[in-house]
């Protein structure tokens, strides 16, 4: 979802082949997190994916006006992935998202290796986490709701089915064949329901979605509502895709430190009451301050 989530401000929202590869970096990084978690971390059995925490502050670090998106990238007949301008486009906003993002984690390792998060911790409870991860989710709703309204039956759907694995379902096990040394092949129970609630509804919404596709029930005009339903409108990119691919550091280049990482929160602020955008002495200002 984040990377989903970014394309828009990366200029990214007519280039699925791209998205696809933000989305395999992603995956391939939450693997490498996911092993050093529980090696070296806090080697709970944890799955270390993508944090939303940081999805506000890039956002309106990208609405940035010197980051306003060419007019020409948002017609998607002139977008060309393998275009050298494209590219600079949107790589030069990643590798700012980057930079920023390495400098405000060093916040966050100080914390760690100093202690300071333990000694915080006699602050910490309910009432701090519960309005922390509630304003984390509501700072994403104008993307969620502008996602859902492409289906909201789908959407609807999707939400039903989660809530049902995840709530009503999570205590009900499954047969699923395992294989050990000592039992060799033999059937485990598994409360799949639990482990599993938002990947078991994303897909099965997704095979209702290819059923109503492949049956004609979904428009096949790009005017109509809910085609963007359908299944079959990025089948090109399973074909353009390279199969195999190595992310590796610096991939879309150096990473850039910009003065909008650090002044991001000011416009944001603007944005959500309604002002304009603060000009430069207001800026000054708040960092005296």
């Known amino acids: 979802a984040i990377p989903l989530i970014l394309s ?20 391939f990084a939450s693997g490498i997190c996911t092993l050093l978690q529980v090696t070296f971390g806090i080697r709970l059995p944890i799955l270390q994916g993508g944090t939303f925490t940081l999805l506000a502050p890039s956002m309106a670090m990208l609405s940035m006006p010197e980051w306003t998106c060419p007019a020409w990238t948002q017609n998607a007949t002139l977008v060309n992935s393998s275009s050298t301008d494209f590219k600079e486009v949107w790589q030069s906003r990643m590798r700012a998202l980057q930079g920023s993002i390495m400098v405000g984690s060093l916040f966050q390792v100080f914390f760690g290796f100093s202690g300071l998060i333990g000694l915080f911790m006699r602050f910490i409870g309910p009432l ?9 989710g509501l700072s994403l709703f104008d993307s969620a709701g502008a996602s859902a309204g492409n289906h909201w039956g789908i959407s609807s759907m999707t939400t039903a089915l989660i809530i049902l694995f995840s709530q009503y379902l ?4 499954v047969p699923v064949p395992t294989y050990s040394k000592d039992k ?7 409360c799949v329901f639990q482990i599993l609630p938002v990947l078991l509804g994303i897909t099965l919404s997704w095979l209702i979605c290819y059923i109503l596709t492949i049956c004609d029930v979904l428009p096949a005009e790009q005017h109509q509502y809910g085609y963007l339903a359908r299944t079959d409108l990025k089948g090109d990119v399973v074909g353009r895709a390279p199969w195999f ?9 150096m990473p850039t430190v910009s003065l909008a990482g650090s ?14 955008p603060p000009p430069k002495h207001a800026i000054n200002r708040g960092h005296w301050y």
Not at 8 to 27: A, N, W, Y
Not at 245 to 253: I, R
Not at 263 to 276: F, I, K, T
């Open 8 to 27: 828009q401000g990366l200029c990214l929202q007519h280039d699925s082949l791209t998205q696809s590869h933000l989305i395999s970096t992603i995956f």
């Open 128 to 136: 701090t986490i519960a309005p922390t991860i509630s304003l984390i």
């Open 170 to 173: 999570r205590h009900i096990s």
């Open 184 to 190: 060799k092949l033999h059937v485990s129970w598994v």
């Open 245 to 253: 691919t190595l992310p590796y550091p610096g991939q879309w280049g």
């Open 263 to 276: 002044v991001g929160d000011y416009h944001a602020c603007a944005r959500l009451s309604g002002a304009p």
